[in-house]
């Protein structure tokens, strides 16, 4: 049989079923534990479909839309090609393209079990929901019955102004207290008095139980840390919405809470899937052609970019370094696969580079730091640890400025004064009041951003009647 022939043939369907099985019984005996596995055959339409929307079912928008047609464009044209996508549920979903040969479905087979584990048992996914495919259905429904009541293009509008920051949420984050800001006369409620916390012991000054609990707001503003979590403080605190307009915002709140510790991830988890289904297909009993067919596969998925991280490369690349040595070259496989299923449960990809990145690596691998200087982009960075600590930031975030909500209630007004934790890269201003207009019709009153670009501090503003303002 050819090469070509080798890599392009489309197996029946007994003939996949028969490798789904094997694949799984040699994924099992590795260490692998990954959810039950449900595969489907689609056709690119169908994949790119719900590789737009993120999940199938999932409500209906214009950006959704504008996704699909950028990723079915690509894949017409022959720029790009989705192989497969994988849910986070219990069962665990699999999608597979309908034109991929049998060498490309075995090897996307072991990729997405090596997935359905890490989702299984990585800490940053247990809190996830796994019923999230029945659940955006019902969103969408709900979505669909407030069209109905309110107008299609008034939901819209309101899908618009979340999603343009339905990033700047936090994993983990308490609903805030049901507790109005103001009385019934008007003024502010007061934080509660010493006397009200309760003492039980001597030690308790180690957890300053003598303090007000940073989750209840007091005249509109958390008395601890700045919230964090934009969406979770507008959906409680915002004067001026409606309670179906709340709901929007906690619903597409509790979508993305499900997405981002796939955001928080991806170099973990796709080095992950790549490192397990190398070893998973050289146990397969492979003829010749099928292994230069697959390591052609394979090499095309871990390419490095020139101006971007490959997140298979990168992920792919710690993790047999991390196998290297901590199998002491090769001499204790129990004890570097062990430290290998630890990383799987505990890291995410911020702290998996800040504790498995070494210079060594930096070195094989050539990364840098670039920008433009003039006309030219030039490298600005090639000192390991500052590599090594700029990518760490980015990730931290996971791409997205730290925008916090300082005060609910600046100036007695009930206006939302936010802050950008600056750290050292500075927000495009253009673009940010844009963002801050949506944010001040979500909120219904004047919002102010203060930002620290280039060492110097400026407060953009927006409201209804003056519009957009900018003070150094």
Same mark, same amino acid.
């Given at each position: 049989?050819s &090469?070509?022939?080798?890599a392009?043939?489309?197996?029946?369907?007994?003939?996949?079923?028969?490798?789904?099985?094997?694949?799984?019984?040699?994924?099992?005996a590795? /260490?692998?534990?990954?959810?039950?596995?449900?595969?489907?055959i689609?056709?690119?339409?169908i994949?790119?479909?719900?590789?737009a929307?993120?999940?199938?079912?999932?409500?209906?928008?214009?950006?959704?839309?504008k996704?699909?047609?950028?990723?079915?464009t690509?894949?017409?044209y022959?720029l790009?090609?989705?192989?497969?996508?994988v849910?986070n549920?219990?069962?665990?979903?699999?999608? &597979? &393209?309908d034109?991929?040969?049998?060498?490309?479905?075995k090897m996307?087979?072991?990729?997405?079990?090596?997935?359905?584990?890490?989702?299984?048992?990585?800490?940053?996914?247990?809190?996830t929901?796994?019923?999230?495919?029945? $659940?955006v259905?019902?969103?969408?429904s709900?979505l669909?019955q407030?069209?109905f009541?309110?107008?299609k293009?008034?939901?819209?509008?309101v899908?618009?102004t979340?999603?343009?920051?339905?990033?700047h949420?936090?994993a983990?984050?308490t609903t805030?207290?049901?507790?109005?800001l103001y009385?019934d006369?008007?003024?502010?409620?007061?934080?509660?008095n010493?006397?009200?916390?309760?003492k039980? /012991?001597?030690?308790d000054?180690? @957890?300053?139980?003598?303090?007000?609990?940073?989750l209840?707001p007091?005249? /509109?503003?958390?008395?601890?840390?700045?919230?964090?979590d934009?969406?979770?403080?507008?959906?409680?605190?915002?004067?001026?919405?409606?309670?179906?307009?709340r =709901?929007?915002?906690?619903?597409?709140r509790a979508? %993305?809470?499900y997405f981002l510790?796939?955001?928080q991830?991806?170099?973990?988890n796709?080095?992950?899937?790549?490192?397990?289904?190398v070893?998973? %297909?050289?146990?397969l009993?492979?003829?010749?052609?099928?292994?230069?067919?697959?390591?052609?596969?394979?090499?095309?998925?871990l390419?490095?970019?020139?101006k971007?991280i490959?997140?298979?490369?990168?992920?792919?690349?710690?993790l047999e370094d991390?196998?290297?040595?901590f199998?002491?070259?090769?001499?204790?496989?129990?004890a570097?696969?062990?430290?290998?299923?630890e990383?799987?449960?505990?890291?995410?990809?911020? $702290?998996?580079?800040r504790?498995?990145?070494?210079?060594?690596l930096?070195?094989?691998?050539?990364?840098?730091?670039?920008g433009?200087?003039?006309?030219d982009?030039?490298?600005?960075?090639?000192? @390991?640890e500052?590599v090594r =600590?700029?990518l760490?930031?980015?990730?931290t975030?996971?791409?997205k400025?730290?925008?916090?909500a300082?005060?609910?209630?600046?100036?007695?007004?009930?206006?939302?004064?936010?802050?950008?934790?600056?750290?050292?890269?500075?927000?495009?201003?253009?673009y940010?009041e844009?963002?801050?207009?949506?944010? /001040?019709?979500l909120?219904?009153?004047?919002v102010?951003?203060e930002?620290?670009?280039?060492?110097?501090?400026?407060?953009?503003s927006w409201?209804?009647?003056?519009g957009?303002?900018?003070k150094a």
């Open positions: 049989m &090469l070509a022939t080798s392009t043939r489309i197996a029946t369907r007994d003939e996949l079923s028969d490798a789904c099985e094997q694949i799984w019984d040699v994924a099992w590795m /260490g692998l534990r990954p959810f039950p596995m449900h595969y489907e689609v056709p690119s339409s994949l790119y479909e719900f590789g929307y993120g999940l199938p079912g999932r409500f209906s928008h214009w950006t959704h839309g996704a699909y047609h950028q990723m079915k690509m894949y017409d022959g790009s090609k989705i192989y497969e996508l849910i549920t219990n069962p665990c979903y699999a999608f &597979l &393209l034109t991929n040969g049998f060498v490309q479905n996307i087979i072991a990729h997405v079990l090596a997935h359905s584990d890490y989702f299984a048992n990585n800490a940053y996914y247990a809190r929901s796994r019923r999230m495919l029945e $659940s259905s019902v969103n969408a709900r669909r407030y069209e009541e309110h107008g293009e008034a939901v819209e509008t899908l618009d979340v999603l343009a920051i339905q990033e949420v936090e983990g984050a805030y207290k049901r507790r109005p009385n006369d008007g003024r502010p409620e007061a934080v509660r010493k006397s009200d916390q309760k039980d /012991g001597p030690y000054d180690l @957890w300053k139980r003598d303090t007000p609990d940073p209840i007091v005249a /509109g503003r958390p008395t601890g840390d700045p919230a964090r934009l969406l979770l403080f507008i959906s409680e605190h915002a004067p001026a919405l409606e309670e179906w307009q =709901d929007i915002v906690q619903i597409i979508e %993305m809470l510790p796939q955001m991830t991806k170099i973990c796709e080095g992950w899937a790549s490192y397990w289904h070893r998973i %297909m050289r146990e009993d492979l003829t010749d052609d099928e292994v230069i067919a697959f390591a052609d596969l394979h090499a095309g998925v390419q490095p970019s020139p971007r490959n997140p298979y490369f990168l992920g792919y690349k710690i991390i196998e290297r040595r199998s002491d070259g090769g001499k204790d496989m129990d570097a696969r062990a430290k290998l299923f990383v799987r449960e505990i890291e995410n990809d911020a $702290s998996l580079l504790n498995y990145l070494t210079r060594e930096c070195d094989d691998l050539d990364l840098y730091v670039y433009q200087q003039g006309d982009i030039v490298v600005t960075e090639k000192e @390991w500052k =600590d700029m760490v930031s980015e990730l975030t996971h791409g400025p730290l925008i916090v300082d005060d609910g209630d600046y100036r007695g007004n009930r206006e939302l004064y936010l802050r950008h934790a600056w750290e050292g890269r500075d927000l495009d201003l253009s940010a844009r963002v801050l207009e949506y944010i /001040g019709k909120w219904g009153r004047t102010h951003l930002t620290n670009n280039g060492g110097t501090q400026a407060v953009l409201d209804a009647h003056e957009h303002r900018r």
